[in-house]
């Protein structure tokens, strides 16, 4: 088995639709640890409507739509992040985070944390809004402090030319593309713009 790990700069930037066109592209299964917040369709079920594969079962499932250590204490369990390693799967294991990495699973570990233990590369999904400079650069420093390996930065949204090589630059980042918003969110839009926008060339290596 092979294994991806896809975390963001901040929570709300487009990683599951990121997770989705990666999934279907490289024919693969897609994992979410944690899910908070159950009122609307989980990330499990974007994903695989999207993407047409496979989506394993979360390993916590939770109703509040807030950090997974809040929403576990508001229904007094506690994330046990031994009960969470990697599945094994035929193929490639896509694995999504919650928000961005210092997002804690309880009083004591951050999803960091759990990526660190993985050990599986990261690809760091980055809107092209202001202020992704700062996030995205501490995001870098924090992975690379922690052991993982950094497969690169994958950029969401309007395209920012300048901003998008500074990130690169200064986080010594490979540059994985830029994927659109797009204005209809269906399989077919989600897999031609995947396939033209992202360097799954690079991703591809990153599993070798």
């Not at 991806?4 to 990666?22: C, E, N, Q, R, W």
């Not at 496979?54 to 929403?71: K, R, V």
């Not at 760091?124 to 690169?152: M, W």
Request: proline share 6%; net charge negative.
């Amino acid at each position: 088995m092979s294994a991806l790990i896809v975390t963001g700069t901040d929570t709300g930037i487009g990683k599951t639709i990121f997770s989705a066109g990666l999934v279907q592209a490289l024919g693969a299964t897609y994992w979410k640890p944690v899910q908070s917040g159950l009122e609307e369709e989980t990330d499990s079920q974007i994903v695989a409507r999207l993407s047409g594969r496979p989506a394993l079962p979360e390993g916590y499932l939770l109703q509040l739509p807030a950090s997974p250590h809040l929403s576990a204490e508001a229904e007094g369990v506690e994330i046990d992040p031994d009960a969470l390693p990697l599945p094994e799967v035929d193929g490639v294991l896509v694995a999504e985070g919650a928000g961005g990495l210092m997002v804690p699973l309880n009083r004591k570990v951050l999803y960091l944390d759990l990526f660190a233990r993985w050990g599986a590369p990261v690809i760091l999904c980055a809107r092209t809004q202001l202020g992704t400079i700062n996030h995205t650069l501490l995001s870098l420093n924090a992975l690379r402090d922690a052991g993982c390996t950094v497969v690169g930065v994958a950029f969401i949204g309007d395209p920012e030319p300048a901003v998008e090589e500074t990130i690169c630059q200064f986080g010594q980042a490979a540059h994985l593309g830029r994927l659109p918003v797009l204005d209809a969110l269906t399989s077919d839009a989600l897999a031609v713009a995947f396939q033209a926008s992202i360097r799954l060339d690079l991703i591809r290596e990153a599993l070798s």
